[in-house]
């Protein structure tokens, strides 16, 4: 069965700390490993999409890697709105999530 | 904006009511999924639809919820005699229709329940 684990679960960093955040999966046969956003009160936000191990995506102070069991959400220099919950999940016809890592970014 | 959209925004309803949740998913996309999220916890799959076929459920999904979606459009998912453990953020994605699975899906905004 599919299975993502995140870590850690809760992340507290002061503004300009970089990080990484870890997501191990296993998979019958990985279909794309996606990372999310998710605000408090709101569905969760698109932020990447990774189809094989080598990868890497960047989007602002974002950074995506994949390897063949796990991915990193490596955060640089990171602000106070960058606080928020991050969401791994592996696709398929069904998506599996993760329980997420909430990360909080203190001024 | 075409985004996933989903109504009502949020919802109390009494135990043993019957509640219902509509989508309207991005107008070009041909999947649809339902999603349950409880506090701490990532969203756990309930159903999808390919067009108005409704292709896999999980065993999350009682007899007493329904998800349909005629004419491969909007979909609503209903709960009968809802219980407490109802109590959830229902959401909805859509994606668009390409061969292997490995869409991303695009999420709304969610539906809160609250059943007292």
């Known amino acids: 069965e599919d299975q993502v684990t995140q870590s850690p679960e809760a992340l507290r960093l002061q503004e300009g700390e970089s990080s990484s955040l870890n997501c191990s999966y296993t998979?019958?046969?990985?279909?794309?490993l996606f990372w999310y956003r998710q605000d408090p009160g709101k569905g969760p936000e698109f932020l990447f999409t990774l189809y094989s191990a080598g990868e890497e995506k960047e989007k602002e102070r974002l950074k995506a890697t994949l390897t063949k069991k796990e991915s990193f959400l490596h955060i640089t220099a990171p602000k106070p709105e960058d606080s928020a919950t991050y969401l791994c999940?592996?696709?398929?016809?069904?998506?599996?999530f993760g329980a997420g890592t909430r990360l909080f970014v203190k001024a | 904006d075409t985004g996933v959209s989903q109504d009502p925004r949020h919802k109390i309803t009494k135990r043993g009511q019957n509640v219902t949740f509509r989508c309207d998913p991005i107008s070009e996309h041909n999947r649809l999924y339902w999603y349950r999220q409880t506090l701490g916890q990532g969203p756990e799959f309930l159903t999808y639809?390919?067009?108005?076929?409704?292709?896999?459920k999980s065993r999350l999904l009682s007899d007493r919820f329904s998800a349909e979606r005629p004419k491969g459009s909007f979909s609503t998912l209903e709960i009968q005699r809802t219980e407490q453990g109802d109590s959830a953020m229902y959401l909805c994605?859509?994606?668009?229709?390409?061969?292997?699975?490995?869409?991303?899906?695009?999420f709304g905004e969610g539906s809160w329940l609250t059943v007292v």
């Open positions: 999940a592996v696709g398929g016809f069904k998506t599996i």
């Open positions: 639809f390919q067009n108005e076929a409704q292709l896999e």
């Open positions: 998979v019958s046969g990985l279909r794309g």
């Open positions: 994605a859509s994606s668009p229709m390409t061969g292997g699975g490995g869409n991303t899906i695009y």
